[in-house]
């Protein structure tokens, strides 16, 4: 795992037994670190705190590996676009579609 990179998980030990941030909330960093150092523990020689050239050390848990190698595509059907809605008006399609207002003003 030394010379990869990684992002760093943005949660604390408490937020994440209590998992007090739940949707889509932003649980990665933005910031893209590169692994240093790999030190195994004194009591357990399985599990290693990772360097990534910050004042503290990780668990492997507590980073997102990036791969080398990523899709630079997306799938199709795989975004989905949503609707646009101007003000009370609603355009399905955007101008390409002809829609009648009495549908829209039958409040």
Do not use: C
């Amino acid at each position: 795992m030394v010379g990869d990179w990684v992002r760093l998980l943005l949660m604390t030990r408490k937020e994440q037994e209590t998992n007090k941030m739940k949707g889509f909330t932003a649980k990665w960093s933005k910031e893209i670190y590169e692994v240093f150092k790999k030190t195994a523990l004194r009591k357990n020689a399985f599990m290693f705190r990772y360097d990534i050239g910050l004042p503290t050390t990780y668990y492997r848990h507590e980073l997102l590996k990036i791969p080398k190698q990523i899709d630079p595509d997306v799938p199709q059907g795989l975004v989905r676009h949503k609707e646009v809605s101007v003000g009370s008006e609603y355009v399905p399609g955007g101008d390409d579609e002809e829609w009648d207002r009495s549908d829209v003003e039958s409040d």
